[in-house]
Structures are given as C-alpha cells and as structure tokens.
C-alpha cells in the first residue's frame, strides 16, 4: 500500500466511525420535543406524552387541542408506528392547520431512532 493510500484510509476512518453510530432517541427527544413535551402526563406548551402510543389522537387530559386536532381524532386518527412517524416526519401534512410548531424531522436514520424511542418510553408509562 503507498503511502498515499494509508494516509487517506486513515483520514477516512473517523468519518465511517461518526456515520455509523446510531442516532439516539432520547438525545433527539430532548433537543427537538422537551421544550413543549414531557414523557409524563404533565400538558406543557404541547400535551404530556404518557402513555399516548396506541391511543387516540388529542387524548391528553385538560390540553386544549387545536381544531383541526380534534377533528382527526373524530375522524379517527390513533398514534401507531405509522402515524407517528408521518406526524413528525412533516406535523402539517398529517393535521393540516394544528397548532404543533414543528417543522418536522425529515432525516430518516434520527425519525426511526426518535419513534423507537417514543415507543418505549411511551409503553414504559403507566
Ligand atoms: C413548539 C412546541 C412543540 C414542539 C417543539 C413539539 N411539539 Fe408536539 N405538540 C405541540 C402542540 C401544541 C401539540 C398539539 C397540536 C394540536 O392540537 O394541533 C402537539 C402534539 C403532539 C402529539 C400528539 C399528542 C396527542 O395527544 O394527540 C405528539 C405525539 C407530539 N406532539 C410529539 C412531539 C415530538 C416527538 C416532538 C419532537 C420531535 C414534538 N412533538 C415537538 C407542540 C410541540
């Protein structure tokens, strides 16, 4: 191997190292979600999260839900895999007009650890 070669394989090597660590859940929950949402049941600018996976949409005691909110969950909206993760993949297109201020999380490797997280968490809650 020229030197040339082992120098820009060990230049590279960091890089390989970064992209391969997994992104983490709760680091993203904190940075993206914790300014408006606890994994408790406490409602903050948004509603407390305890408990929501599996539940219908716009179901946390005593937070005043915006209208559109209100009427997916009429219509049937339930937060699964799916919808949660279309949700904050892109929050307007699911419930268009809601009142979440969140521009989405449009990175597929972070969404899939942030929805595992919330999964867990979620479950996790009484
Ligand atoms: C700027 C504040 C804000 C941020 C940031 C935010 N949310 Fe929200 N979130 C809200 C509000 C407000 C609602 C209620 C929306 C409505 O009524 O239309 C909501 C609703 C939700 C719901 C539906 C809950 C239910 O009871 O139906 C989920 C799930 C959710 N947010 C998760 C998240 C996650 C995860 C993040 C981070 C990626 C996040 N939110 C970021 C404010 C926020």
Known sequence: MSIRIALAAL???PTVAVAQTPPD????FRRDCSACHGMDARNRVGPGLA???????GA???FR???A???KAEAGLRWDEETVRA???NPREV??????AYPGLRDEARLEALVAWLRERSAAQP
Do not use: D, K, Q
């Open 11 to 13: 230049l590279l090597l």
């Open 25 to 28: 859940g709760e680091a993203i």
């Open 51 to 57: 408990g929501f996976w599996g539940r219908a949409a």
């Open 60 to 62: 946390a005691e005593n």
């Open 65 to 67: 839900y915006s209208a």
């Open 69 to 71: 909110m209100r009427a």
């Open 87 to 89: 949700y904050l993949r």
């Open 95 to 100: 419930v268009p007009g809601g009142t979440m």
